[in-house]
Structures are given as structure tokens and as C-alpha cells.
């Protein structure tokens, strides 16, 4: 099993631009996640799906920030315009049907705006 | 979610059984106790949960006290690739409630 996948790994950008991060669950999980983490804020919760329906955007920060999961093996986190506070890791999460179920992590997408 | 307190930092010997602590007064009957760890530059990994039984799999051990009040993460021979900050969850499992609320967790040094 390949485990949560994401991209870029890494993502350097100026202010204003539009960043998009991108995540592929593992196969047959039926809850997504979206976290970013910051020294300051530690780790929070932006916005889960399940079965491809968000269920929980309390976390998304501003209405710069949008996620979609168009299917079940992709799912994408938007900020438009893009700004340096929202430098941080963004890591995505995948588990098998909610409900509390375990959290399988990916390694993290790197954003850095300058 | 019940508010969880842990340690800032720890060390412990390479080969040693690391003990890590965890407290959660305010848990309620139906609040499950979850430990992950994220390694530098990795993302969290699960290590293990209960609910009032003591839990042991390939990873680790989890001791929860008979009260619930707090519970404490053994790693039984603690490897330099043990190097992580723990984190201790507290929460209810059911759907809806998919959120994981990490705190600050505990720094835990495996010294050679």
C-alpha cells in the first residue's frame, strides 16, 4: 500500500498567487482530512470529508482557503489569494469509515509564501 | 473533547522502556484515549488507543488507570527511531466526531 499520497512535497510562492495541494487517500478509505501545521498553532483540523461530502469546514480559516474531493482517490486544498501567514505543512489524512476510526497521515506538502 | 496534560520533554536511554504520561481528569465514560507520534518532518503516525483495558500491540502498551483520570504510553525498548513528540487524544469515537484536537504533546530525546 502506498499510503496517503500528496503534492508537491515542497511548494515555494509569492503573495497573491493561488497555491493548490493536492492528496490521494489510500484505497477504499471513506474519510479525507485536511491539517496544517504551524510552531505557532501546532496541528488543526481545516475540514474532514466523508464519502466525498465535506462534513466539518470549522477549521478552514478564511474564505481564501476551499477544498474540494470531486472522487473518492483525490482531493485538493485551494488558497486564493495566497498570503505569508499561511506558510505551514499541510497534511492530509485518510481513515477507513470514520467514526474514529485511525488517522493514516501523508508526509505533507511544505508551503512557503514569500 | 477532555483536555489532556503532558509532560513538555523526556528523555530516555536507547534500550530502555520509555513511560510516557498522560493526564485526562476531566474524561468522560464514553472517551476513548488515542496516542500518535510525529517524527521530525513526518507526518503523525497512530500508535495505539483504549478505552479502559490495557492495550499492547507491536508498537506499544497503553496503562489506564482504574479511575480513567490518566493513562501512560510504554514503549518497551526505546530505539534512537523512538525520537518524537507524542501526542495523547482524548475524544469520543463516533461519526461525526472525526476531529483530532492535538495539544503540545511530549518531546521524547532517545539518548544513545
Known amino acids: 500500500d502506498a499510503g496517503v499520497i500528496q503534492s508537491p512535497r515542497h511548494e515555494v510562492t509569492e503573495m497573491g498567487q493561488e497555491v493548490t495541494l493536492r492528496c490521494k487517500p489510500i484505497?477504499?478509505?471513506?474519510?479525507l482530512f485536511w491539517y496544517r501545521q504551524t510552531m505557532m498553532r501546532g496541528l488543526e483540523l481545516l475540514i474532514y470529508f466523508n464519502n466525498n461530502v465535506p462534513i466539518d469546514d470549522s477549521g478552514m480559516p478564511e474564505d481564501r482557503f476551499s477544498a474540494k474531493m470531486p472522487n473518492a482517490s483525490f482531493s485538493t486544498l485551494k488558497i486564493q489569494p495566497s498570503e505569508p501567514r499561511d506558510s505551514a505543512v499541510y497534511f492530509c489524512a485518510s481513515s477507513p469509515s470514520g467514526g474514529g476510526d485511525t488517522q493514516y497521515f501523508g508526509p505533507g506538502t511544505r508551503l512557503t509564501v514569500l | 473533547d477532555a483536555k489532556t496534560t503532558q509532560p513538555t520533554s523526556m528523555d530516555c536511554a536507547e534500550g530502555r522502556a520509555a513511560n510516557l504520561p498522560c493526564n485526562h481528569s476531566?474524561?468522560?465514560?464514553?472517551?476513548?484515549v488515542y496516542w500518535y507520534r510525529q517524527i521530525h518532518s513526518q507526518g503523525p503516525q497512530y500508535i495505539i488507543h483504549?478505552?479502559?483495558n490495557n492495550e499492547t500491540n507491536e508498537m506499544a502498551s497503553l496503562i489506564i488507570t482504574e479511575d480513567r483520570k490518566s493513562s501512560t504510553l510504554i514503549l518497551p525498548h526505546a530505539t534512537l527511531r523512538d525520537t518524537a513528540v507524542y501526542y495523547c487524544i482524548v475524544r469520543v469515537r463516533n461519526f461525526g466526531n472525526e476531529k483530532l484536537t492535538f495539544g503540545t504533546g511530549t518531546r521524547l530525546t532517545i539518548i544513545p
Open positions: 483504549g478505552l479502559k
Open positions: 476531566t474524561i468522560s465514560g464514553n472517551e476513548y
Open positions: 484505497s477504499g478509505h471513506n474519510s
